[in-house]
């Protein structure tokens, strides 16, 4: 007779419940594994830009205003949230930004952060910009300083 | 008394010509609105320009300009207004200043407007306007003055003109008027009437109802006078020969 044969049958059973144990055991641990990468994964995407480097331009009858940044995020289908050195340039003037709202549609574009206008023998120093009007109006928001030669 | 009325206005001058307001700096507590079509921007709220010729605050300010917005052609302030430029010697003050670079104007309007130039003061309670290119003044409002060492006039319109010889603006003339009294006081001669004019042609003051002409211990009353500043004497006439009246207070000394 085979010696393993021999082997008590409630032994095999307790070993086999073992390996059992222990594999359910590794196999919940790199579930849980997966799962965590998969949140990186997640907060990854949520960071990065949906266009990198995206360009724009507001046309109107008196000018055309080019728009510049590093990085841009869909808000909804016309917004766009525009980050990283936005730039604003048209033949009249240039305004340096950080956060910017471009609407596509309305051909508006709005910030809250601190922006610099600059043009011919002037520079306008604001918390923050909006431009209307297909570029022929412009608020600066917050205490301004113009400084002009 | 000639040399009142050449050195009455001493100032005009001083009104920027377009393109100098030098090296500027303006603040705008809450940020400003930039008009490209119109051409003008607007500063909001405690605005303070500071230039290398002048000083404004204002509440809010409307800058008007030609090309781009340093090329400031004029400048609409309003609220709290005050101009001071030690350099020109000006100092105004009023609710509306208004100043035109190109025109070489300034107009400062409502209660209380006051316009102190190097030798002379203006103050009204409506307008006082000053066109430099064309030499004009124009003070419309109860109580309004203008004064320097010399003169005193007092009126509701005063208005007049006055041309620039060799840097130095001389009137050539001026007219007075005010429905209850009007007066034009010189260091001899106290003058009242309802309207009164003065042209440097004839060197002669004018005055016209409700007159009286005080020199010294002398006071005389009429309808119509003149006074002549060259040879500082005066006539005083009547519609009715009757009407004229002279006093002569006798003096203790």
Do not use: W
């Not at chain 1, 033949?91 to 574009?109: G, L």
């Not at chain 1, 011919?120 to 002009?148: H, M």
């Not at chain 2, 001083?14 to 609105?33: F, H, M, N, R, V």
């Amino acid at each position: 007779m085979n010696y393993l044969l021999s082997l008590q049958r409630k032994y095999v059973i307790s070993i086999i419940l073992v390996i059992v144990i222990i594999s359910l055991f590794v196999f919940g641990y790199k579930s849980m594994n997966a799962s965590i990468n998969l949140d990186e994964d997640i907060s990854i995407n949520i960071n990065n830009s949906d266009i990198t480097k995206p360009k724009f331009t507001i046309n109107s009858e008196n000018q055309k205003i080019s728009i510049s940044a590093n990085e841009g995020n869909f808000l909804n289908k016309n917004e766009i949230l525009l980050k990283n050195d936005v730039v604003f340039k048209s033949k009249k003037f240039t305004i340096f930004s950080d956060d910017v709202i471009f609407n596509k549609n309305q051909q508006t574009a709005s910030s809250t952060k601190k922006s610099r206008f600059i043009s011919s023998n002037t520079s306008i120093l604001a918390n923050g910009f909006e431009i209307l009007d297909e570029g022929n109006k412009i608020n600066f928001y917050g205490k301004t300083v113009i400084k002009l030669k | 008394m000639k040399k009142t009325i050449y050195t009455l206005i001493i100032f005009l001058v001083s009104i920027q010509a377009k393109g100098e307001l030098g090296e500027t700096q303006i603040t705008a507590e809450e940020g400003i609105e930039v008009f490209q079509k119109e051409k003008y921007y607007l500063l909001k709220k405690n605005v303070e320009i500071v230039s290398d010729n002048f000083n404004l605050n204002a509440d809010v300010v409307k800058a008007y300009f030609e090309k781009d917005l340093y090329d400031i052609i004029n400048i609409y302030a309003e609220g709290n207004v005050s101009l001071d430029s030690k350099e020109k010697g000006i100092n105004a003050t009023g609710n509306v200043l208004e100043f035109s670079f190109n025109e070489e104007t300034i107009k400062i309007t409502g209660a209380n407007s006051v316009l102190n130039l190097t030798n002379c003061s203006m103050f009204s309670n409506g307008i006082i306007h000053v066109n430099n290119s064309i030499g004009t003044f124009y003070l419309n409002g109860n109580d309004s003055t203008l004064k320097n060492e010399d003169i005193f006039v007092s009126g509701k319109i005063i208005d007049g003109k006055f041309l620039s010889n060799n840097n130095i603006n001389e009137i050539v003339e001026l007219n007075v008027e005010d429905e209850n009294i009007s007066n034009i006081k010189t260091e001899k001669i106290d003058m009242y009437s309802l309207k009164a004019k003065y042209n440097k042609n004839n060197n002669l003051i004018e005055l016209n109802e409700k007159v009286k002409v005080i020199r010294g211990d002398e006071i005389i009353t009429g309808d119509y006078g003149y006074v002549d500043l060259e040879k500082n004497s005066y006539k005083v006439t009547s519609n009715n020969s009757k009407k004229v009246k002279v006093l002569i207070k006798q003096s203790n000394e």
